[in-house]
C-alpha cells in the first residue's frame, strides 16, 4: 500500500542529497548542471525551463574584464538566440547548440585539470 508519509520523507532525503551535491559542487560542475537542466528541459519541448536556465547561464556570465567581455558577449548572442529558437518551437536546435557547448565546456575543464 502507497503511504505518502513515506514518499514525502523519501522526497526529503532526495532533496537533501540533491542539495549537498549543489552545496558542495564546483563552480564548473554547476555551470554542467544548469546545461544538464536546459537540455533536458528542451527535450521535453519545455520553453519556460529551458528558457530559465538559459538565463542564468547569461547571468553568469562576465563582462568586468576585457579578457572575458567579447567572449561572454558570444556565449550571450548564443543563449539570447536558443531563447527565441525555443519560443518558436525550434527545439532541435536548442538542443544541438546546447549539446555542443556543454562538450565544449568539459572539453575546457579535462585541459584545465
Known sequence: MYNAAMARGR???????LSKDILDASPQKL???????AITNCRKND???TN?????????L???SSETKEFSLGLMSLYQFCQD??????????????????ASWVDIFTERS
Open 31 to 37: 555551470l554542467l548542471k544548469v546545461y544538464d537542466y
Open 52 to 60: 530559465k536556465a538559459l538565463g542564468e547561464l547569461i547571468n553568469s
Open 11 to 17: 522526497a526529503k532525503r532526495v532533496n537533501a542529497y
Open 85 to 102: 529558437q525555443m519560443r518558436k518551437g525550434e527545439y532541435e536546435i536548442v538542443e544541438k547548440i546546447l549539446l555542443e557547448l556543454r
Open 62 to 64: 562576465n563582462f568586468e
Open 47 to 49: 520553453m519556460n525551463r
